[in-house]
C-alpha cells in the first residue's frame, strides 16, 4: 500500500471543527482513503472512506483534494470522546491474494481541550 | 449489535503455559485476523483466515497458531507462551473484499508473560 504522512498530533478546543490533514501523493487511482480511529484502552475503529468524492457519515466527513494527493478528516463538532490518534490508511480496491492487513502509520494524536 | 468479541480481556501468565485467546464475530464475515499493537511498532498482523478452513501467516506468525473451524470464530493459540508474546492483541474481520470494506476490531486482550 501507498505511504500517507499525517502530523503526530494536533489540538482542537471542544465543540468546534477540527479538519485532520494526510498527504499521500503516491496514491494509485484504485486506491481507497480509509481513516481510523483508536480511543485509549481500545481497538482501533473504523471512521470513513472513500475512493474520489468527498463523503459524509454520521461520524466524520472526508475531503478528497481533486488530484486525490491528500485528504482530509474533518469532525464537525470535536467532543472530548474524539480524543484519540487518528489513522489514514490507503486500500487497494483491487487487493487481490494476500493478507489483506491495514498497515498503520504512526496516526495524529488528537487532543480536545475542555 | 454488530461486534468482534475478545476473551480474555486481560491475562498474566507463566512461560511455557499454553493459552488460548477467543475472537467471535456476529457479522458473518469471511475474512478475519489477529493482529498484536507494540510501542514503537504500531500494529503488526499475526495471521489470517479467508475463510472457514483458511488461514495463512502475517508479517509476525512465529510462536502462535490459529484456527477457523467455523466462520464466526478465529481463536490465537499460543502453546508455549515466552516473554517476548507480552503484548496487546486485537482481532478483526471484515467482509471478503476489504480493499474497501472497512475492518472490525475487538476491544483488544493485554498478555502478560512473565
Known amino acids: 500500500d501507498a505511504k500517507t504522512t499525517q502530523p503526530n498530533s494536533m489540538e482542537s478546543n471542544e465543540e468546534e471543527p477540527v479538519h485532520l490533514p494526510c498527504n499521500h501523493s503516491t496514491i494509485s487511482g484504485t486506491d481507497y482513503i480509509h481513516w481510523y480511529r483508536q480511543l485509549p484502552s481500545q481497538g482501533p475503529e473504523y471512521v470513513i472512506h472513500g475512493l474520489t468524492s468527498n463523503v459524509n457519515n454520521r461520524m466524520a466527513s472526508l475531503a478528497i483534494a481533486e488530484d486525490r494527493k491528500s485528504s482530509t478528516l474533518i469532525l464537525h463538532r470535536a467532543t472530548l470522546r474524539d480524543a484519540a490518534v487518528y489513522y489514514c490508511?490507503?486500500?487497494?480496491?483491487?487487493?487481490?491474494?494476500?493478507?489483506?492487513?491495514?498497515?498503520f502509520g504512526k496516526g495524529t494524536k488528537l487532543s480536545v481541550i475542555p | 449489535e454488530a461486534q468482534v468479541t475478545q476473551n480474555p480481556r486481560y491475562l498474566i501468565t507463566v512461560t511455557g503455559k499454553k493459552l488460548t485467546v477467543t475472537c467471535s464475530q456476529n457479522?458473518?464475515?469471511?475474512?478475519m485476523s489477529w493482529y498484536r499493537q507494540d510501542p514503537g511498532l504500531g500494529l503488526r498482523q499475526i495471521y489470517y483466515s479467508m475463510n472457514v478452513e483458511v488461514t495463512d501467516k502475517g508479517d509476525v506468525p512465529e510462536g502462535y497458531k490459529v484456527s477457523r473451524k467455523e466462520k464466526r470464530n478465529f481463536p490465537l493459540i499460543l502453546e508455549s507462551p515466552s516473554p517476548n508474546q507480552t503484548s496487546l492483541y486485537f482481532c478483526?474481520?471484515?467482509?471478503?473484499?476489504?480493499?474497501?470494506?472497512?475492518?472490525?476490531f475487538g476491544d483488544g486482550t493485554r498478555l502478560s508473560i512473565l
Open positions: 457479522m458473518n464475515h469471511e475474512y
Open positions: 478483526a474481520s471484515s467482509l471478503f473484499v476489504p480493499g474497501e470494506q472497512p475492518q472490525h
Open positions: 490508511i490507503l486500500r487497494d480496491k483491487y487487493s487481490g491474494a494476500g493478507s489483506y492487513q491495514l498497515t
